[in-house]
């Protein structure tokens, strides 16, 4: 599946084709990084340009924020020639991380995630990878289950009345990998790049949870 929507097609100059294929040989080898060093799953996603996704659809509700297609999944512990075969499938789609396997994630603003990231940090927490998307949200990467605890654990925590601008992200939902770009916006970055120690077990939320509640009511999403 290639990008079939006008304005969407690679740029004919020669000087554009390389750096395309450049940019298509580094997809690969990113997303082989993920399956292979990190042990993640991958799917492949849509892009999108000036509000139009790449999967064709004019009223597609999640302009390039979507898998293209769910059950196009890569395998934790693919190699780079498996990457290079499925990839070749979906030209120039953005790298979807799928949550609910290796890890869920809490999702707060930027803002406040960098706080509590420096706090947790200096505190000495063990901590996951923790990505910043275009949105201006940071998403920390924390132990499967953590979407169906949240309320429990809010609860427990004496945070179940506040107005908190924190949610779990679980199994159903998908992230944007760096280096992709997402929804046309720019691209995802990591505000902590995984390691080999908390790829496969990132901390358990219950962990972070303080730090991030309270960043998330004193700094809520403007």
Same mark, same amino acid.
């Given at each position: 599946? *290639?990008?079939?929507?006008? @304005?969407?097609?690679?740029?004919?100059?020669?000087?554009?084709?390389?750096?395309?294929?450049?940019g298509?040989?580094s /997809?690969? &080898?990113?997303?082989?990084? +993920?399956? @292979?060093? %990190? *042990? %993640?799953?991958?799917?492949?996603?849509?892009? =999108?340009?000036?509000?139009?996704?790449?999967?064709?659809?004019? /009223?597609?509700?999640?302009?390039?924020?979507?898998?293209? /297609?769910?059950?196009?999944?890569?395998?934790?512990?693919?190699?780079?020639?498996?990457?290079?075969?499925a990839?070749?499938? +979906?030209?120039?789609? =953005?790298?979807?991380?799928?949550?609910?396997?290796? +890890? /869920?994630?809490?999702?707060?603003?930027?803002?406040?995630?960098?706080?509590?990231?420096?706090? #947790?940090?200096?505190? @000495?927490?063990?901590l996951?990878?923790?990505?910043? !998307?275009?949105? @201006?949200?940071?998403? +920390?990467?924390?132990?499967?289950?953590?979407?169906?605890?949240?309320? &429990?654990?809010?609860?427990r925590?004496?945070?179940? *009345?506040?107005?908190?601008?924190?949610?779990?992200?679980?199994? *159903?939902?998908?992230?944007? =990998?760096?280096?992709?770009?997402?929804?046309?916006?720019?691209?995802? !970055? %990591?505000?902590?790049?995984?390691? #080999?120690?908390?790829? !496969?077990?990132p901390?358990? =939320?219950r962990?972070?949870?303080?730090a991030?509640?309270?960043?998330?009511?004193?700094?809520?999403?403007?």
């Amino acid at each position: 599946m *290639g990008f079939t929507i006008g @304005g969407m097609r690679e740029m004919r100059s020669g000087t554009r084709r390389r750096g395309r294929a450049t940019g298509r040989a580094s /997809d690969r &080898t990113t997303v082989a990084e +993920f399956t @292979g060093l %990190w *042990g %993640w799953d991958v799917v492949p996603g849509a892009r =999108a340009l000036s509000g139009v996704c790449s999967c064709g659809k004019a /009223d597609c509700p999640a302009p390039g924020a979507h898998p293209l /297609d769910p059950t196009a999944l890569v395998p934790a512990g693919a190699t780079l020639d498996e990457v290079t075969a499925a990839w070749a499938q +979906f030209p120039g789609a =953005a790298v979807l991380l799928p949550v609910g396997r290796a +890890f /869920d994630v809490l999702d707060v603003p930027e803002a406040a995630g960098r706080r509590a990231l420096t706090r #947790l940090e200096r505190m @000495g927490v063990p901590l996951g990878p923790v990505i910043a !998307t275009p949105e @201006g949200r940071a998403h +920390f990467f924390v132990a499967p289950g953590a979407a169906a605890e949240l309320p &429990t654990l809010l609860y427990r925590m004496g945070w179940d *009345g506040a107005s908190l601008d924190l949610r779990a992200l679980g199994t *159903g939902a998908h992230v944007t =990998a760096p280096p992709s770009d997402r929804a046309g916006l720019g691209a995802a !970055t %990591w505000l902590r790049a995984p390691s #080999l120690d908390t790829a !496969t077990q990132p901390p358990q =939320a219950r962990l972070l949870l303080g730090a991030l509640a309270y960043a998330a009511h004193r700094w809520p999403c403007a």
